[in-house]
C-alpha cells in the first residue's frame, strides 16, 4: 500500500466527520425566511423543521444536503477498501459512524445542536446497501401516510434498519453500526415521543 493510499484511508473518517457537520439547515433557511429555525417550531436544524418554519423548498434543499453528508464519505472510502472483507466492512461502518456523528454533533456549531440524523444515515446507507435504503425509504413513507408524522416513520425507518442491514449485508460490523444509528436516531427523538405520548406531536398535514 502506498504512502498515499494509507493518508487517504486516516484523513477519510475525519473528512466524514467536517462534512457531517456541515449544517445546511441554517446555511439554506436564511435564503428562504428571516425566521431563526433554532427558535421557532422544534428548534432542530433538520429538514423538517426547516420546511415547517422556511417552506417545502428550503426542506428539500436541506434534505439533499444532509443525505449527500452521508453519500459522499462513504462513496469515497467504498473506493479504498474491499467491502467484501470484514475489515472492509469496519471500515466503511466507521465512516458512515463518523459523517452520522458530525451531523448529531457538528464542529461548527461546538458540537450540539445538530440534526437528528435521519437523513444522514439514509445517505450512508444509500452506498452501503441500497436495498436496505430502498426498504427502510419504503417503511418511512408507509408509515407517514399511516400516522401523518415525520417522527413516527422516522422512529420506525429506524427499528427495522438493523435487521434489514444484516439480512442484506450478513455483516457484523455494518450491522452493528446500524444499531448505533438506531439508538441515537431513538435518542434524539425522545421529544418527540414524549409529544406523541401526550398526542401533541404535529403533523405533516392539517
Known sequence: MTSTAIAARISI???AYLLGSIPWGIVIAPFFTSRDIRKQGSGNIGATNVR???????????????????????YMAMRLVNIAHPL???????I???????????LYLGCKDGGKGVATALGCILVISPFTAVIT???FVLMVCISNRVSVASLS???????VMWKATAAWSLTAGAVI???????????????????TEPAIWK
Not at 157 to 163: E, F, I, M, N, T
Request: aromatic share 10%; charged share 10%.
Open 181 to 199: 444509528m438506531a439508538i441515537f436516531v431513538f435518542f434524539r427523538h425522545k421529544n418527540n415521543i414524549l409529544r406523541l405520548l401526550h398526542g
Open 157 to 163: 425507518a429506524s427499528a427495522v434498519l438493523p435487521l
Open 88 to 94: 472492509g466492512q469496519l471500515y466503511i461502518a466507521i
Open 137 to 139: 425509504v419504503l417503511v
Open 13 to 15: 473518517p475525519f473528512i
Open 52 to 74: 415547517r418554519i422556511a417552506g417545502s423548498k428550503a426542506g428539500a434543499l436541506v434534505l439533499t444536503g444532509d443525505i449527500l453528508k452521508g453519500v459522499l464519505p462513504v
Open 96 to 106: 458512515a459512524l463518523a459523517a452520522f456523528l458530525g451531523h448529531l454533533y457538528p
